[in-house]
């Protein structure tokens, strides 16, 4: 086999996004999957990954453990839980790989963890893969520092799948985390994310975010800017799951020749 092929860990490869991700490399030339990743005790293992993903036997059945996946590995694509994530991030560091990392719902702790493996791996980690959001988010950012927070309130709407374990989604708090860069404030410590009750008048300069799940919705996202007189809507809407899976081989392969770090999808389209 020629040596510019790359070899790819899919993490969470029996998912939906893993067996997208599968599918994704199986057909990217200069790129392979080496391994495929389930946690231990899915009846999923021992299963060929390649007819998991639809693509046909691929002789990569997938595993549990991911010492060995990891071994000649050149990069590892993660879609999966926080903890899983901040486990595939200490591999990844002691590897000297590049890790991707689309998993959501991470802790402000679990991302600190995240960033000290960034010393001895190249990691790329962002709430959404796509093109399309990233490009929204730098939107949302300079609407965000045009507009006057005291005439505007900004408002971000995000539909998902009912199978979907976190509220507001990653992608949801990424437009909000652009938002508040574009007004030079703390997310944190100006988002809304629960009304209930009587709640009194909204606060000013504040950025509210409701949560809506049903059905098999890939992803919907608005962020809505609202003065007394007119309303602006900035939105996107994901179609088939492979885009997300597209983004993720973009950014491993952005990733191959950068020195260790920690990257956005925004470095990896130039966006920022």
């Known amino acids: 086999m020629s040596e510019d092929i790359k070899m790819v860990v899919i993490a969470g490869a029996g998912g939906r996004m893993g067996r997208a991700l599968v599918k994704t490399i199986h057909a990217t030339p200069g790129m392979k999957v080496h391994a495929a990743l389930e946690r231990p ?3 999923l293992l021992g299963q060929d990954a390649g007819e998991l993903a639809g693509v046909g036997p691929i002789g990569v059945p997938l595993t549990s453990d991911p010492l060995a996946a990891f071994l000649k590995a050149d990069a590892v694509i993660d879609f999966t839980s926080p903890a899983s994530t901040v486990e595939m991030a200490a591999l990844a560091a002691q590897a000297r790989i590049v890790h991707v990392i689309g998993t959501t719902g991470c802790s402000a702790e679990d991302v600190e963890k995240i960033k000290a493996a960034s010393r001895h791996a190249r990691i790329v980690m962002s709430g959404n893969m796509s093109l ?3 490009l929204l988010g730098v939107l949302v950012r300079r609407a965000a520092a045009a ?3 005291a005439d505007w309130d900004i408002e971000v709407l995000e539909m998902h799948h009912n199978k979907k374990v976190d509220a507001p989604s990653g992608t949801a708090l990424l437009l909000g985390a652009e938002a508040a860069k574009g007004r030079g404030i703390d997310l944190l ?4 994310k629960v009304r209930d009750g009587h709640t009194g008048a909204r606060e000013a300069g504040s950025i509210g975010f409701a949560t809506l799940r049903g059905g ?3 992803g919907d996202h608005s ?3 609202s003065s007394d007189e007119e309303m602006i809507t900035l939105s996107h809407r994901a179609m088939d799951r492979a885009l997300f899976a597209k983004g993720a081989v973009t950014a491993a392969r952005w990733a191959f020749d950068k020195k260790p770090g920690f990257y956005s999808m925004l470095d990896v389209l130039g966006l920022d």
Request: avoid cysteine; hydrophobic fraction near 60%; charged fraction near 5%.
């Open 223 to 225: 962020v809505l800017f």
């Open 41 to 43: 005790g899915s009846p």
């Open 189 to 192: 410590a100006n988002a809304v």
């Open 216 to 218: 098999g919705v890939i």
């Open 147 to 149: 507009l006057e927070a």
């Open 132 to 134: 399309g959001v990233n």
